[in-house]
């Protein structure tokens, strides 16, 4: 069964203190891990996609990146505004294009 | 450009009710999916929609559970006889008919079940 694990569920951290998310999977081929952010009362922001093992990407102080059984997010020196829900999602292939999501990790920088 | 948009934002219904939700797509995405994200757990796949193929219902939790889509725009999601378990926030994404194109997310509509 297509699984998606995330851990820790909830991070504290202080501004710049750096730090890593993790995203265990499980499917049946994979065609797409996805990284996502969601805010109180709003739906999830796309981040970035990683297709293949090594693949790795960045935005401003996010850094993504995909083993065959994992990957990572990492935050470098987060600010307050980086305080948000982080989901992971997998897609497998075949002719579904649905996402399956993990729990999620909450983060919380604190000034 | 415009993203997704969902209506009603917030629906609160007795038990036993049907209710309808609303889900427009980004411009020129084919592809359409609904989530149910319950209090504390992760986004439960439902429903997703690609051009004029077949559904892929393999994700509605029963029968009293359907939704629509016409031709490559709006999207309604029905539920009949509303139960407690059904609260929850039901969230809309598009996404191009790309494999592995990132979708793209509404911000759902809370619904509550009184």
């Known amino acids: 069964e297509d699984q998606v694990t995330q851990s820790p569920e909830a991070l504290r951290l202080q501004e710049g203190e750096s730090s890593s998310l993790n995203c265990s999977y499980t499917v049946s081929g994979l065609r797409g891990l996805f990284w996502y952010r969601q805010d109180p009362g709003k739906g999830p922001e796309f981040l970035f996609t990683?297709?293949?093992a090594g693949e790795e990407k960045e935005k401003e102080r996010l850094k993504a990146t995909l083993t065959k059984k994992e990957s990572f997010l990492h935050i470098t020196a987060p600010k307050p505004e980086d305080s948000a829900t982080y989901l992971c999602?997998?897609?497998?292939?075949?002719?579904?294009?649905?996402?399956?999501f993990g729990q999620g990790t909450t983060l919380q920088v604190k000034p | 450009g415009a993203g997704v948009s969902q209506s009603p934002s917030n629906k609160v219904t007795e038990k036993g009710k049907d209710v309808e939700l609303r889900c427009d797509p980004i411009s020129g995405h084919t592809a359409l999916y609904w989530y149910r994200q319950r209090l504390g757990q992760g986004l439960e796949f439902l429903i997703y929609f690609q051009g004029n193929s077949a559904p892929d219902k393999s994700g509605l939790p029963s029968d009293r559970f359907s939704a629509e889509r016409t031709g490559e725009s709006v999207s309604t999601l029905t539920i009949q006889r509303t139960q407690q378990e059904d609260s929850a926030v039901y969230l809309c994404?598009?996404?191009?008919?790309?494999?592995?194109?990132?979708?793209?997310f509404g911000d759902g509509t809370r619904l509550s079940i009184l």
């Open positions: 990683l297709y293949s």
């Open positions: 994404a598009s996404s191009t008919r790309d494999r592995g194109a990132p979708q793209h």
């Open positions: 999602a997998v897609q497998a292939s075949g002719n579904t294009g649905k996402l399956i």
